[in-house]
């Protein structure tokens, strides 16, 4: 079993950035594919980006693409989430989440959630 825990958030204005780290517990984190997913008030929690277990191969959603960046490092049981250019609309809560395997695999669902970390981005 994998405990996650957010932590990064905050109110920042637009284009400015930020980076959400994801500590996770066990011995075993690199036996997990890692995922970001996002959820705005009143929307449904959407997938934000993933991350294969050794950092290899790595998707975003197209919102996002070409101004986040997630990271893994292994050594430290933590996953990161380089946010750049934020722009309102990235306001949401951010959740880091695990799923067993090496490869990402489109939709698969994940099984360990973290409690989620509040990212507002100011116009």
């Known amino acids: 079993q994998v405990q996650l825990a957010e932590s990064g958030g905050g109110l920042v204005q637009a284009g400015d950035s930020l980076r959400l780290s994801c500590a996770a517990s066990g011995r075993t984190f690199r036996s997990y594919v890692m995922g970001w997913f996002r959820q705005a008030p009143g929307k449904e929690r959407e997938f934000v980006a993933a991350?294969?277990?050794?950092?290899?191969?790595?998707i975003y959603a197209d919102s996002v693409k070409g101004r986040f960046t997630i990271s893994r490092d292994n050594a430290k049981n933590t996953v990161y989430l380089q946010m750049n250019s934020l722009k309102p609309e990235d306001t949401a809560v951010y959740y880091c989440a695990a799923r067993p395997g090496r490869s990402i695999v489109t939709n698969a669902p994940y099984d360990y959630w973290g409690q989620g970390t509040q990212v507002t981005v100011s116009s």
């Open positions: 991350i294969s277990w050794n950092g290899g191969v790595t």
